[in-house]
């Protein structure tokens, strides 16, 4: 079995830890640091929870002003790289909120080692403008990983983070942050662009269509057409009109799903299996096809929830193209499965062309 997340802070890790702080800061007492994490609360902790209060602890235990103190921050950073990490770029977002001006700077060296994504959103809600002007200029910065911040920062709708709902509302401050990087030459950066920009069609559809068709049609290169395309992941998956046409993805009026066959039962921890054929007129021209699958899972109040997978895009070429698939119900920590009816789908360019049910029991 996999170890848990919140595990890495292992003993090893604490105490690598202290005897760094203590390298900047001899006036720690490392032992009393060591034992402040490891409180009685500590098992019970998850991963977020304990990387907050290695957060505080850190801060009861470096007793400095904040930006003497940020300087010992500053400088174990390197040591402390990746999610792990993050308890480094949270003691400025907790303690640094009212010293914007050597925090921005710090979270700017800081992200380099371990992500500030998550401590920059206070300073974006408290202080807008002055962060719009900072999110421009990392936006600019030779390093990537700044650069990268500049939008994942400020995602409408970044998973685990602090909520923005103004951005949700009104995603106007983002986008000329975005306009900036979406040529990166970085993968890393233009992938955060399209995240961004993903988050943003959940709330605003039409600006993002939008803003794809004017960026595909000023560029046709790999990289633009891949960034858009993974932009309008969710427009896409919700059939909207515009957005399947802008990647060439026609209704299916002349495409037929037959010889649908799949499993009228499922027990628990088992696997679906399906597969059809997809038929086309041969008399017609040649469509791009996004295929698909989608499973109505039972929920836990008595209805169904539709999830969409998808297979992969291809043309017909011959006068048939089979598709077969498995779909495991074993359990996973992140869907949580009923008993009861459930429902299978083959949908084509947005249109579900073949549906039915099947049952997952005890």
Sequence with gaps: MAALLKEVYTKEYIEHLASTVLTYYPSLDKTQLVQGIFNTQWPQMELKARTLHITQQLHCFITLNYRDALQIIKHIAPYFTGYEGLFVPAFVELYGIDDPQASLDALAYITTFASAEFAVRPFIKKYPELMQQTLLRWAVSENKHVRRLASEGCRPRLPWAMSLPAFKKDPHFILPVLQLLRDDESEYVRRSVANNLNDIAKDHPQSVTHIAQQWLAESQSLSRQRLVKHACRTLLKQADPMALSLFGFLPPEDIHVTDFL???????????????????????????????????????????????????????????????????????????????????AILINGVELVKNDFILQH
């Design 262 to 344: 799949y499993n009228n039962s499922v027990p628990f921890g088992g696997e679906l299996h399906f597969s059809c054929l997809l038929k086309q007129q041969k008399d017609l021209p040649l469509n791009k096809l996004r295929i698909e699958f989608a499973i109505d899972f039972m929920k836990k109040n008595g209805k169904q929830a539709r999830k969409i997978f998808q297979l992969s895009e291809a043309v017909i070429k011959a006068s048939s193209k089979k598709i077969s698939k498995t779909f495991s119900f074993k359990k996973i920590s992140t869907r949580q499965y009923y008993a009861g009816q459930h429902s299978v």
